[in-house]
């Protein structure tokens, strides 16, 4: 698509993520290897430019929930260890795609158990020598999310399954944290002491279990006890703080930037938009910005969203409609234009950041982060932190 007709982009700081990824590495504990988590398009960065970024500046290891999503990894060229949480065990022909692009997969279940020993064993009678590489898997434990995870009754069917497949390695554990975005919650203290049971039971059963990892961004943030041997980031590698209100030197990467489209006088009495829900009190200029819900503008953004034009915020009025918003420029003492670049939410002067429209929206910075689609088209800012060639620095969000 031609830049020059784009009307809503979000552009991405690929420094700002090697900024945030080796701030991470730099905090972990000894030893601690550091998965980057580029699930959902890279939390909507960009999976491949932010995965090559975070590799070049300190990440060991990828992680993402699907397997299509690591297999688009893998077909772009990227080589690093690399895992998928997220799967169907009915689901042959991907496991065995996942098993021979060297993806490893979370384990949560009997059954998922029992798909990865049947399509490891496929796979090594198909093989020319009948020497394919082993599967790779981490078990996923459940310790008190209730979510995804082997139950405690079912860990010794699990792993001594998994230990006694042929052609099977099992890489160790994992468990996520429910609550690790409240640090003094009393469920971050009962899920690590399950966490380090299902370890040592693990290791009495006979696995090794040489990498285990319990912690996304919160828990790498607050807890280094529970660093383990690696630990999952996601959110903090795109620069959102996992904590409100916590404040750990990480620097945004996503700004979500629309061109006025139109700015037209208003007179008082007038109301804008549907419904007529905003109502001019006295003369003033309405600025028209290419963004709406279909672009992943909440239509609850009425009232609360304010854009940056020029380093000053401006309110949005009015329903937010299927393309469009309206911003009230007031008399418009800056002298707003059709063509200038309004900011939506991120690091331009003036503008909300990203966990500041969360909070605002009564949400967290992540979903805010995850909005830019639609008709939203993806630039890169310092695509030579990925090593990214000119060619590749621009797609579709
Ligand atoms: C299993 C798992 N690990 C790690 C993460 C990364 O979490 P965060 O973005 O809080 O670092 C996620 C994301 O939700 C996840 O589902």
Redesign the pocket.
Known sequence: MNNHCTLLRTRIDLDAIAHNTRLIAERLSPGTRLMA?V?ADG?HHGALAVAATALNHGADAL?V?TIPEALELRGAGIDAPLLA?LWAAQDDDGVEGALAARVAL?IPSVDHARAVIAAASRLQEESQDGSHPAARVFIKVETGMHRSGVDPERWAEVMDLLRDAPNVEVLGL?S?LSC??DPDHPANDAQAEQFARAIAYGRERGLALPINHLC???G?LTRPDLHHDMV??????YG?E?IPAREHGLRPAMSWLATVALVKPVAPGEATSYGLTWTAERPGWLAVLPVGYADGLPRAAQGVLEVAIGGRRYPQVGRVCMDQILVDLGENPAGVAPGDEACIFGTEPGAMSASELAEALHTIN?EVMCRPTGRTVRTFVAPEAAGLSAARHESEA
């Not at 999952?232 to 590698?237: I, T, W």
């Open positions: 988590v699930k939390y992680g929930a949480w979370g994992f996520h690790a975005d996304n961004s919160p790498t999952r980031v996601g959110v903090a590698l959102g996992p992540y």
